[in-house]
């Protein structure tokens, strides 16, 4: 952040934004530049738009390229620098563990976590159920495949790369896909809602930790833009994200494993799904804990840690929710990943990496 003082002798901040230049990113920091310049008119904010590595490598899948921080690492060399003062991403591509000095200092409101289908045109109307013997379905996610080749012996599963609109276009202008499998929140996001033809359940295929929310990276030791951005903070999104994000951490699953969630907050009930796949889906675990909070829904909750004494949880500094409950979340997600370590999860994901590396 810096102050520059104009000619009547006003002093105004700017902020600096960092993005990457894909569509979707462009549409996912403006909407919180948006925000921000709500709650704080006085601020200009500057976006700059950069190209990481995982935009240069559109040909290979992004399971195979190894690099976990792929989409993250030249945003977070600009932070560093001081040339931006904050970084929107995709929650679901953000590590468990960020970096020394790094922090994410907002997590947004969860937009529609699920997977959606998207049909080639001409097989409007089915349904991943319906659609014929051997129809091929596009996705590089193995989370996707795992779940859904089980599911739908059927159908064939193919790698298809590359942002939002290219995978549209090689859907729709060519015969290689009946179908492929994308997240809804990127899609609504796009305003390609009226693309999603069938939005799976968790019975189908549990979604990526993280998935369809949106979250703010910033310095951890920039107090001033950690106050300031804290206010986007969305709590139930927050705590359903820390168990998550705790699960995949003690499962030491980066964003390229068979791993998948489903979580849901209610009446102080925050209960965790958690999953992990052998690439085919034949070997799977699955389990579900639950952990009450004390302060969710009761407004009983008390402000008590300053935002120059935060503490981080699976990289999530949220200050102003009551720590007890990021604990109890934290805990839950650690727990359900220890119940499944101790049934083989680490075995099942051994397994699964190195035949994907093998591939
Ligand atoms: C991660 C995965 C994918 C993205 C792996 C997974 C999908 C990769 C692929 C961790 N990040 O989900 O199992 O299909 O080749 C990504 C998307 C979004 C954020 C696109 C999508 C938008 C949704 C959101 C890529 N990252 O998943 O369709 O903001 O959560």
């Not at 999104?237 to 980066?254: D, K, P």
Request: charged share 25%.
């Amino acid at each position: 952040m810096s102050a520059t003082e104009d000619v009547s002798g006003k002093v105004s901040r700017v902020i600096r934004i960092g993005t990457r230049k894909s569509q979707l990113a462009r549409i996912q920091t403006d909407s919180i530049a948006a925000k921000l310049k709500e709650l704080y008119p006085e601020v200009t904010l500057e976006i700059i738009g950069m190209t990481t590595t995982g935009d240069k490598i559109l040909d290979t899948a992004l399971s195979k390229i190894g690099e976990k921080s792929l989409f993250t690492k030249e945003l977070e060399t600009a932070l560093e620098k001081n040339e931006v003062d904050l970084v929107v991403h995709s929650l679901k591509d953000l590590p468990t563990t960020l970096p020394p000095g790094f922090t994410i200092g907002a997590i947004l409101k969860r937009e529609n976590p699920h997977d959606a289908v998207v049909l080639h045109p001409q097989n409007a109307g089915q349904t991943l159920a319906t659609l014929p013997q051997n129809s091929v379905i596009g996705t590089s996610s193995l989370r996707r495949a795992a779940q859904l080749k089980k599911r739908f012996p059927h159908l064939d599963f193919k790698d298809i790369r590359g942002n939002l609109n290219t995978r549209l276009k090689k859907l729709d202008d060519k015969e290689d896909y009946s179908a492929i499998i994308l997240a809804a929140a990127g899609l609504k996001r796009m305003g390609w809602d009226s693309r999603i033809s069938q939005i799976l359940e968790p019975e189908d295929c549990m979604y990526a930790v993280g998935q369809g929310a949106l979250a703010v990276e910033v310095r951890a030791r920039d107090t001033d833009i950690l106050e300031m951005v804290s206010v986007l903070h969305h709590k139930d999104t927050v705590l359903r994200c820390i168990a998550e994000r705790a699960f995949l951490r003690t499962l030491e699953g980066g964003c390229s494993v068979p791993v998948a969630v489903h979580s849901e907050l209610k009446d102080s009930q925050l209960y965790l799904t958690g999953a992990v796949f052998s690439l085919d889906g034949s070997d799977s675990l699955k389990e579900t804990m639950q952990a009450t909070l004390s302060a969710v829904n009761t407004g009983a909750e008390r402000v008590e840690e300053r935002v120059d004494e935060q503490v981080q949880r699976v990289g999530v500094t949220a200050a102003k929710i009551w720590g007890p409950d990021q604990d109890s979340a934290e805990r839950l997600g650690s727990g359900l990943a220890e119940l499944l370590i101790s049934r083989g999860a680490r075995e099942i994901l051994a397994v699964a990496r190195q035949l994907n590396d093998a591939r």
